[in-house]
């Protein structure tokens, strides 16, 4: 059984940080590239960051582009969300996602086979 599972969600001020984490089980993680998807109140899910089967690879959506690091560990079967100088409007339900076809870290949503049930971040003073 597929499993993806994020972490690491939560309250943070203005100018904080997070981390998110996202563990997969029930497939060959090293082997698909991850991505990282928001979805605010009201509003459609959308790309924020991806990387690479071999993680040599990242993609990274305008808006967070400078402040966010997407990183793996395949040992651990794991893909992590750096986030940092957050802003009230990175407020968002996150999700993890696995793309098995593509392997580069694609920004489409459809790309991808298995997604997680999604961490809340609010962003918030």
């Known amino acids: 059984q597929v499993q993806l599972v994020e972490s690491g969600g939560g309250l943070v001020q203005p100018g904080g940080s997070l981390r998110l984490s996202c563990t997969g089980s029930g497939f060959t993680f090293r082997t698909y590239a991850m991505g990282w998807f928001r979805q605010a109140p009201g509003k459609e899910r959308e790309f924020v960051s991806a990387?690479?089967?071999?993680?040599?690879?990242?993609n990274y959506a305008d808006s967070v582009k400078g402040r966010f690091t997407i990183s793996r560990d395949n040992a651990k079967n794991t893909v992590y969300l750096q986030m940092n100088s957050l802003k009230p409007e990175d407020t968002a339900v996150y999700y993890c996602?696995?793309?098995?076809?593509?392997?580069?870290?694609?920004?489409?949503?459809?790309?991808?086979?298995?997604w997680g049930q999604g961490t809340q971040v609010t962003v918030s003073s």
């Open positions: 990387i690479s089967w071999r993680g040599d690879n990242t």
């Open positions: 996602a696995a793309d098995r076809t593509r392997g580069w870290g694609t920004p489409r949503i459809v790309d991808y086979d298995y």
